[in-house]
């Protein structure tokens, strides 16, 4: 017994010499991202002998309940990996701590202009070491096999293909041209990209009025449904194929010709499809008119639990986490996109097939304000659905969308 | 020399063994104190305030949260449709369950194996069986349309249509529970004296008879509890659901959203862990009612 608490007390007596300090970082598990993070936590204890850092992953539908309950017993992360849309949902709840001052710069002039989102009331709340955007994955051979030769850049294009690669058999579709996916990526897409299209804007600059309920908010959601309704695209993915995202799943089965997805689902789709695919940028309205996008990211942000020697080693482990080295090696070992310009920039980057258009659309993507992500997401998707599942009336389904928002985003900033 | 000890030796056995199973007793209380009972009131507390981190900084709102319920349209859909689940769910879970026992009574060979066939879906995760459901009712690719078509009767979307999600769901749930409800019956069953049945049937009773006047309110004790679990079960429904539809939980258009799966999302999505804990214990009040008049209802002592 005195052999341990004398061991015990000269290890206490050497880490206090050290200044070893122990921190914790918490991310979701996903597989590539935890292995990554593995490997990144040995290099920087290699190089930062006084710091240890804990790396603990929960399951995505149990992460933010963990967070919530974990923060305020004090037992939490110090460094914690969350959604930009979560972001001011925590905030609020006061499970983040802003960066000091001079981060501010860093982000602003080193960044990608998406990364502006990690800011809530002009402060920042963390910063990201990979971005994502979404783009057009298409199946080659079914293109080729209908007699398309390259995927379509605009939207005419895109119907026209879409309707020539539906199948049915009977009453049963067997090949879809297009899986749509509202709650998928695709109330992104009718959000983000295509009313900004059509000439409007969905929010005001600080996100906090809806502007879309106008009539270029309009064109673009009817558009959207027509793809249904008037053009034969097919039908939604979740109604084709089965299991959570369906869509995806679906066009990997070799039974799709394209979906809209993010950059995220290149390695899930390189590692599951058996046939010749392709990667495009968002088809636009005509040739000639406006890119949009929307980007995305996960960032790392700083809990009140880091604080005082503590909060140091958090700020030197997120800085290696959002360093140019880390996101290089990011890059190779989880395939997401850097968030730092100067990567971006990179033309082995813009000129690869795969990751081209989606680094290419970053230049002119935006993202989202959320206030209460999954609140917005239903508000977009039900919209949709009103159309699709239940024949409503578009203008009244989209103008009672724009109220439900507008009271999501009262009822956070009041 | 040792001194007397005249205080033990005067305790009884019987007082000794007592002593003794309060101690063993009070373990489980304590469990129950702390674990179940203390975080409901402390629910009840924080439903008072608006949620922080920081203790210290939660801004005590009173009862605004309750009032904020009166308003919110998608509570109100997840009350509704958490009582159309019971209000579908739990007859059917009783009728389904005592009709299978009925005929795993009558049968003496392989009773056993049938048992256990019907008990597999509830030992079985339920995400699991979620996973295989959304592939059998798949509309183009599942087995259950594949056999509708052979009647003529088109594809059903199911899952995917709000007009059928609901039933969908209850129904899966329901099949998930069936084998736990044959075995309570069937035990019942089992309980009730042979020579109950020769003495009516030597007075000439018919099997309806037999049924109605001896199985049936012979039954009630395990009718009871089998309603008042199923109905707890489904008033806090949660699993099947979210797994169900995972990137539109409680969708399609919350036609399948319940009570529970929306306190999951306020608290950790919203991270309105106040108005959350309002609405938990709106929950409790509603279970702790609906079972205390069932209790009256159903455990009415019954003549014969």
Redesign the interface.
Known sequence: MRIVLLTLFALWGAALAQGQITITYWQYDFRSKVEAVNELIKKFEAANPGIKVQHQTFPF?AY??KV?SS??AGQGPDVVNLFYGWLP??V????LQPMPAEYTKVLDSEFSSLAQAAKVGGKLYGMPTAVRSLALFYNRDLLNAAGFKTPPKTWDEFLSMAAKLTVKDG????QLGYAMA???QDHHLVREVLIRQFGGRPYSDDGRKVLYDNAAGLKAFTFYTDWLKKYNVGT?G????????AYRDAFIAGKVGMIIDGSFAIGTIRNGAKFNWGVAELPIEKAGARKVNYGSFWMHGLT?LATGPKLAASLKFLEFLVSEETQRYWLEKVGELPARKSLIKDPKLTLDKVYGPFVISLSYAKATPFV????QR?VM??AI??VL??NKDPAESWRSAAAEEQKLLDNFWK | MRPPEPAQRRVSLATREALWAFAFLAIPLAFFLFIRIWPAFQALWLSLFD?????S?RPFVGLEHYEQMLSDRLLLKALQNTLAYTLLGVPLQLLLGLGIALLLNAVTRFRDVFRAIYFAPYVTPAAAIA?VF??M??????IVNEILSVFGI??Q?FL???SQALATVTLIVVWQNLGFQVVLFLAGLQNIPRDYYEAARIDGASNWQLFRHITFPLLNPVMVFSAVIGTIGFLQLFTQV?NLN???QG????STLTLALYI??V???????GYAAAITVLLFVIILSITLVQLRLLSRRVEY
């Open positions: 539908d933010q309940q919530a923060i305020p949902t925590w609020k709840a006061g499970y009453n049963k579709f067997t509202p709650d998928g939604l979740n109604q084709f194929f089965p299991g959570n995202n009140p209460d992500e999954i609140g239903k998707t039900d659905n009103r599942l239940e | 949620w922080h981190a920081d203790p900084k996973w959304s592939w009712l798949s509309p183009n690719f599942g088109p594809p979307p995917t249509k709000p979210v995972f990137t539109d969708g399609p258009l919350g999951y999302q608290a950790f999505a919203r991270f309105e862990l």
